[in-house]
């Protein structure tokens, strides 16, 4: 599914530039416009879902190739030693783009329990 006024949409099909470190027929990856680490990288399925909340266990597989894109990221970028997977899941949790997106963030100390 594509969204025409989604954002993550558009970066996946190419249509808005961003700066992609991964792609596969189902997978992007690319750098954050506002970083929060040396290392932020966003993944993202390209067909579009809301949220982690929005997952039916027909994505099972889909959730599990992105957390092993994830790592092969970490470990292309060189940071596969110490970095943080997160998704904000929902306005409350902090999410502000509405197609399902994890937080690949590395390169300085994270703090727990986190802000
Ligand atoms: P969240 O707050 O969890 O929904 O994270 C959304 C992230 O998306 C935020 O860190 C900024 C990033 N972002 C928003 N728009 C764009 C864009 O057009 N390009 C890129 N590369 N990142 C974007």
């Known amino acids: ?6 954002i993550f949409c558009k970066i996946a099909a190419g249509e808005i530039n ?6 596969d027929g189902e997978i992007t990856a690319f750098w ?19 949220s982690l909340s929005a997952a039916g266990k027909e994505h099972a597989e889909l959730l599990g190739k992105i957390q092993l894109a994830a790592a092969e ?6 940071v596969e030693d110490a970095f943080r997977l997160v998704t904000n899941n929902g306005r409350k949790a902090g ?5 399902l997106h994890y937080h690949l ?3 300085r100390r994270f703090n727990w329990p986190p802000g």
């Open 1 to 6: 599914m594509y969204l025409m006024d989604c």
């Open 18 to 23: 961003a700066r992609k470190v991964y792609e």
């Open 32 to 50: 954050d416009l506002n970083p929060q680490a040396p290392t932020h990288i966003l993944i993202i399925p390209n067909k579009h879902m809301e």
């Open 73 to 78: 990221i970490a470990k292309n970028l060189k």
């Open 95 to 99: 999410q502000s783009v509405n197609h």
């Open 105 to 107: 963030l590395a390169g």
